[in-house]
T-cell receptor
Framework: DQQVKQNSPSLSVQEGRISILNCDYT??????FLWYKKYPAEGPTFLIS?????DKNEDGRFTVFLNKSAKHLSLHIVPSQPGDSAVYFC??????????????FGKGTLLTVNP | DSGVTQTPKHLITATGQRVTLRCSPR?????VYWYQQSLDQGLQFLIQ???????AKGNILERFSAQQFPDLHSELNLSSLELGDSALYFC??????????FGPGTRLTVL
């Protein structure tokens, strides 16, 4: 039972355009969400997070939107750059898990930004 | 560089063998999390330690075990290895915020 789903295995966009990566979750206990970027042969790198008390969080070119009623979040990258080409993982956790905090990950979306 | 270190980077072994993967968390972080990434799979949570104590278990096989030592480094022990255990194994540590910081991973190949 996959509690965090990234239904698009891959996405291709042109440099300078917007990249939109989507993520759905099923567990109502999740209320803290994160996006990670992963290059080949490296560990995942934290990008941006959002708590369920917000519906939007922005950090430079990266914005995460959360729709709690739809159990859906998305990551927008504007403008997209070739260096953004990587696998993007959505992750979720019940916040307030204290020291027992753990993340549930989606399977990832491979983003390719074409020059 | 996340500040989380993992050794070795690559490991090749045979079925039935036992291996130990090592992880050192970021300075000051008390939690260590282990994840497995198999082909076509996302990161699967295996186990978490906090200040030397096991705190949460995920999809960890009985053939696998872990511990966290007083200096906070952690080891993941994989025994009676099978072909299907070939994967990337990541550890992560958690800081004051909610995000986890991942090491570069150990690629295990079981032949």
């Amino acid at each position: 039972d996959q509690q965090v789903k990234q239904n698009s295995p891959s996405l291709s966009v042109q440099e300078g355009r917007i990249s939109i990566l989507n993520c759905d979750y099923t567990n109502s206990m999740f209320d803290y969400f994160l996006w990670y970027k992963k290059y080949p042969a490296e560990g995942p790198t934290f990008l941006i997070s959002i708590s369920s008390i917000k519906d939007k969080n922005e950090d430079g070119r990266f914005t995460v939107f959360l729709n709690k009623s739809a159990k859906h979040l998305s990551l927008h990258i504007v403008p997209s750059q070739p260096g953004d080409s990587a696998v993007y993982f959505c992750a979720a956790s019940p916040e307030g898990g204290g020291s027992n905090y753990k993340l549930t990950f989606g399977k990832g979306t491979l983003l390719t930004v074409n020059p | 560089d996340s500040g989380v270190t993992q050794t070795p980077k690559h490991l090749i072994t045979a079925t039935g063998q036992r291996v130990t993967l090592r992880c050192s968390p970021r300075s000051g972080d008390l939690s260590v999390y282990w994840y497995q990434q198999s082909l076509d799979q996302g990161l699967q949570f295996l186990i978490q330690y906090y200040n030397g104590e096991e705190r949460a278990k995920g999809n960890i096989l009985e053939r696998f075990s872990a511990q966290q030592f007083p200096d906070l480094h952690s080891e993941l022990n994989l025994s009676s290895l099978e072909l299907g255990d070939s994967a990337l194994y990541f550890c992560a540590s958690r800081g004051q915020g909610g995000e986890q910081f991942f090491g570069p991973g150990t690629r295990l190949t079981v032949l």
